[in-house]
C-alpha cells in the first residue's frame, strides 16, 4: 500500500530534492480534513517544513450537487457518485500540480514503489521526451 512513508523510504536525497509529494485529503467533512491534516502534520512536519511535501484539500464549494446524476456502466447510484467524486478530485488535483512542476505522477494507494522509482520514472519520460526532439 502506499503511504507517504513508504514513498519516502524508497526515494533518495537526490529524488526527495527534485520532487514534490503532495497529498491531497479528499474528504468534504472538515473536521475530518482538520483532522487527517494534523496527523500529517505531527508525523511529517520535517518534510512539510522543507517543502517537500504539501497538504491539500478542496472546499466543499468545489463540488457541485451530486444527487441526480444518471446512471452509467450498470453502476448502483453510490458507484455513480463515487465515480463521478473522483473524477472532480482528480482535476482539482491536476489543476493545483500543473504549475508546480515539469512531471506528473499520481500515486494510487494500492501501488508499491521501489527504491529509485522516481529516477526510473524520469529517465523514461525524459527519454521519451528525447525522442520526439527532431533529429532524434
Known amino acids: 500500500m502506499t503511504t507517504p512513508q513508504s ?5 533518495t536525497t537526490e529524488e526527495m530534492e527534485d520532487s514534490l509529494i503532495i497529498i491531497f485529503i479528499a474528504e468534504t467533512d472538515p473536521d475530518s480534513v482538520f483532522q487527517i491534516s494534523s496527523d500529517i502534520q505531527k508525523q511529517f512536519h520535517q518534510h512539510l517544513d522543507s517543502g517537500l511535501m504539501e497538504v491539500i484539500s ?3 464549494e468545489f463540488y457541485p450537487d451530486l444527487t441526480g446524476l444518471r446512471k452509467t456502466l450498470g453502476d448502483d447510484m453510490e458507484r455513480v457518485t463515487w465515480r463521478s467524486k473522483q473524477s472532480l478530485d482528480f482535476s482539482f488535483l491536476m489543476m493545483y500540480a500543473k504549475s508546480r512542476g515539469t512531471f506528473y505522477v499520481q500515486l494510487e494507494d494500492d501501488v ?4 529509485g522509482f522516481v529516477s526510473i520514472m524520469k529517465h523514461f519520460a525524459l527519454e521519451k521526451i528525447a525522442d520526439k526532439q527532431p533529429g532524434s
Open 7 to 11: 514513498v519516502l523510504e524508497n526515494m
Open 58 to 60: 478542496p472546499p466543499a
Open 112 to 115: 508499491l514503489t521501489k527504491k
